[in-house]
């Protein structure tokens, strides 16, 4: 049985991501050796980072042209070399874009047997864990605070102010449209939305935030992140978790102007964060989560596209906006 593959056939660099980037490929599929399992891919998650991987290393290496399209996902076990992963168990993997991959054992774990499995991609993964731990460890909400998080109707931002209305504090989305800003407010029951590609934008922001911003919970960088800047309160907060709109090429960002005299004057709290740095809590925030969706405070969307040959359309089509909550491939 053949192994299809997404290679990425060449890098971007400064261009914008577009399909021909990207080739199908047919491979052999491989055989584990000792200490390795066969694994067959289920759903593949879709992340910003994807692109970002693209521009050199990150917190891991730069990905280079040849080679198959990186990406994490849901993938069974269908052959297994070591005691703890049996065939039929589900990893969460780094198994690129492919049909089959083999992997160590090692590193990887059996998960939970949950239903709907794509939650453990988009609530239960790295999105959720992602906002669960940004917005406490970071942002530190205090009930009562005003939290505000880009890229609000994504996967990350979706899950961000649904916690932090959780934790009692009074959010404000900014995504891009107005059918997104309708979706945080009437579904998810964020306070406020603003359109960040709207001409007021500004002027909205400072509507929507007439007391300044506590915590502000970034995911796109740029100008956004100026805007919010000029608004936070003193002694605010800021979790810095992705700069999306500096990820895929496009002219060089404007902002953000001002940030060290800012930052001195409002006594701000800067702080960067991977989601692995968390890793040994996730326990406590994977049952929070879950008590959370059990009982209707959290609701999950979930963006599930049909077809390992869409891979490339769906990550173009997540850096354009397209995706409301996580957005996964089903192989
Ligand atoms: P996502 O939020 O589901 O999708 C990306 C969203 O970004 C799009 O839907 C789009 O929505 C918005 N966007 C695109 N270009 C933009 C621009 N120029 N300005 C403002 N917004 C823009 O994607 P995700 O994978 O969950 O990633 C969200 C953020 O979390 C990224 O910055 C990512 O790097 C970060 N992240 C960080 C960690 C960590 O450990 N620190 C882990 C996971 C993810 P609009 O329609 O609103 O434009």
């Known amino acids: ?38 694994l067959k891919t289920r759903y593949i998650s879709l992340d910003a980072a994807n692109r970002a991987w693209m521009q050199g290393a990150t917190y ?9 399209m990186a990406g994490g996902g849901l993938s069974e076990v269908v052959q297994s070399n070591v005691e703890h992963l049996k065939p039929g168990d589900l990893v969460f993997a780094d198994a690129g874009w492919q049909e089959y991959a083999v992997l160590p054992g090692r590193g990887l774990q059996a998960l939970p047997d949950l239903k709907p499995e794509t939650h453990l991609l988009s609530v239960y993964g790295i999105a959720g864990l992602t906002a669960y731990f940004g917005l406490l460890k970071c942002g530190e909400p205090r ?34 449209g107005e059918a997104k800003g309708r979706w945080l407010t009437d ?19 400072r509507a929507a935030v007439p007391d300044g911003i506590d915590v502000f919970f970034d995911n796109t960088g740029g100008d956004v ?29 404007h902002g953000p102007r001002g940030v060290p005299g800012l930052i001195v004057t409002k006594r701000l709290n800067l702080r960067g964060f991977v989601v692995m740095d968390y890793a040994a809590e996730n326990d406590q925030a994977l049952a929070d989560l ?4 059990a009982d209707g405070r959290l609701k999950v969307k979930e963006d599930v596209i049909d077809g390992l040959e869409n891979l490339p359309s769906a990550l173009i089509g997540l850096l354009a906006g397209e995706n409301l909550g996580k957005r996964m491939v089903r192989v």
């Not at 891991?60 to 198959?68: D, E, I, K, M, P």
């Not at 979706?158 to 995504?175: D, L, M, P, W």
């Not at 879950?290 to 969706?293: I, P």
Request: charged fraction near 20%; proline fraction near 7%.
């Open 1 to 38: 049985m053949p192994n299809r593959q997404i290679v990425l056939d060449r890098l971007p660099n400064a261009d914008r991501l577009a399909a021909d980037h990207f080739a199908l490929n047919v491979a052999e599929i491989p055989t584990p050796g000792a200490g390795e399992v066969l």
């Open 60 to 68: 891991r290496s730069a990905l280079n042209a040849g080679q198959v």
């Open 143 to 176: 009930p009562g605070e005003t939290v505000v998080v880009s890229a609000a109707a994504g996967s990350v931002g979706s899950i961000v102010g649904q916690i932090a209305k959780i934790k009692g504090c009074r959010v404000v989305g900014i995504a891009g």
């Open 187 to 205: 579904e998810l029951g964020f306070d406020a939305a603003v359109d960040y590609k709207a001409p007021d934008f500004k002027r909205q922001l």
């Open 225 to 253: 992140f100026e805007a919010c800047l000029f608004a936070m309160r003193n002694h605010g907060r800021i979790a810095c978790c992705g700069a999306v709109s500096q990820y895929d090429g496009g002219p060089p960002p």
């Open 290 to 293: 879950q008590s959370w969706v």
